[in-house]
């Protein structure tokens, strides 16, 4: 398991780099649209750390 987190607080998990990017991005998307499109796959994955 991956974990980013938000500075909102919020954790964001993901099984895999690809469900963890996809996570993250819906957790943007959802509580902070203003920053949609400005992180990478590259940049998400480099985020996270193993939990």
Same mark, same amino acid.
């Given at each position: 398991m &991956?974990? /980013?987190? +938000?500075? +909102? @607080? %919020?954790?964001? !998990? @993901? !099984? %895999? =780099?690809d469900?963890? /990017?996809e996570n993250?991005q819906?957790h943007?998307a959802? =509580?902070?649209?203003d920053?949609v @499109? &400005?992180?990478?796959r590259e940049?998400?994955? !480099?985020?996270?750390h =193993?939990?």
């Amino acid at each position: 398991m &991956k974990v /980013v987190h +938000c500075p +909102c @607080g %919020t954790n964001v !998990e @993901g !099984e %895999t =780099d690809d469900a963890l /990017v996809e996570n993250v991005q819906a957790h943007i998307a959802a =509580d902070h649209p203003d920053l949609v @499109g &400005k992180y990478s796959r590259e940049q998400i994955v !480099e985020m996270a750390h =193993d939990h």
